[in-house]
C-alpha cells in the first residue's frame, strides 16, 4: 500500500511559481505523475516520472514551464511551475502506480494508470 500527501499549493499572480511536494509512505510503485482537475472537467495529466530511470514525460500545456523531479532517498515528488497562468488554476494531485506493473509509454499521462492517489493541493492563479 502507497500512501500519498500533497503540499505547497497556494494562490499566487500571473507569472508567478510555486513547488509541490508529494511525500510517498510505501516503496510499491514505479511511476508516479502529477495531474490536476477543475470542476466539471477531466483530470488532467500534467507530468510524470519513472523511479528508477527518471525519464519525465510533460502534458504539451506545461512542457518548458513546468519540471517534475524527486527525491527517492526521501520518496518525495516535486512539480516545480514556473511561469503560472490563470488557466493553471486547479487542484493538483500525485499518483503512483502499483509495482511490479508498468505503465506503457503512451499512458503515463492517463488517469487511467495510476493506483494510488493522494487528496490534492489547490492552486489558484489569479490575472
Known amino acids: 500500500q502507497v500512501q500519498l500527501v500533497e503540499s505547497g499549493g497556494g494562490s499566487v499572480q500571473a507569472g508567478g511559481s510555486l513547488r509541490l511536494s508529494c511525500a510517498a509512505s510505501g516503496r510499491d510503485f514505479n511511476r508516479w505523475a502529477w495531474f490536476r482537475q477543475t470542476p466539471g472537467k477531466e483530470r488532467e495529466g500534467v507530468a510524470s516520472i519513472a523511479r528508477g530511470s527518471g525519464r519525465t514525460d510533460y502534458a504539451d500545456s506545461v512542457k518548458g514551464r513546468f519540471t517534475i523531479s524527486q527525491d527517492n532517498a526521501k520518496s518525495t515528488l516535486y512539480l516545480q511551475m514556473n511561469s503560472l497562468k490563470p488557466e493553471d488554476t486547479a487542484m493538483y494531485y500525485c499518483?503512483?502506480?502499483?509495482?511490479?506493473?508498468?505503465?506503457?509509454?503512451?499512458?503515463?499521462?492517463?488517469?487511467?494508470?495510476?493506483?494510488?492517489w493522494g487528496q490534492g493541493t489547490q492552486v489558484t492563479v489569479s490575472s
Open positions: 499518483a503512483a502506480d502499483k509495482a511490479p506493473r508498468f505503465i506503457a509509454a503512451h499512458q503515463v499521462l492517463s488517469d487511467q494508470a495510476y493506483n494510488y
